[in-house]
């Protein structure tokens, strides 16, 4: 499978989002070291894992002028210790000079998304992200976002995170992940 999706493919990516890339297949040693990242306080592999995510969206790059990390829920954050996609995002931002800001909040405590199905997915994170003050959504207004997360599989999570990022303004919104599973 190749990675990303190229701008103007909307049947091959999760609508509203202007593009969708990714890095590898989350599989073998991709998957191994998301799973450690996440899971195991490996926080030391956010920087080769953000520095192809860089390499990547510079390979392919149609813009984007804020990088937002989707951001797990503080009690979440709080378990690890980090937010994994904060940590990606510091990366990306470092390989890429663009600025990077957490405007986007969890508003409510979600199920994880690894054991839902398509549908149960869209429902269970469906209004769960907004830019809850005004600073955030002065921040993101008539700018090109460039949601970061770790694994992408069907999209619900990241077309959440994009209509909230629209309702506060954002002229288009585009994602970069490190890994998708089909």
Known sequence: MPAGVALGLPAAMPMPLA?????????????????????SGERRLAAPLGAAMASRWRAVCAGGELLVPVPVH?????????????????????GLAMPWQPVLTR???????????????RTN???????TSQAQAARVRGKWIVLV????????????CAEAL???GALAVSALAVARER
Do not use: M
């Open 74 to 94: 503080p009690e979440r954050a709080r378990q690890r210790g980090y937010d994994q996609a904060v940590l990606l995002a510091k990366e990306i931002s470092a």
């Open 166 to 168: 629209y309702g506060a």
């Open 19 to 39: 593009q969708l890339e990714w890095c590898a297949p989350f599989a073998g040693p991709v998957r191994a070291a998301l799973h450690q990242l996440k899971y």
């Open 149 to 160: 997360d770790d694994v992408v599989t069907t999209g619900s999570t990241l077309v959440a």
């Open 107 to 121: 508003t409510r405590h979600t199920r994880p998304q690894f054991d839902l199905g398509r549908n149960a997915r």
């Open 125 to 131: 994170v469906s209004g769960a992200f907004a830019c």
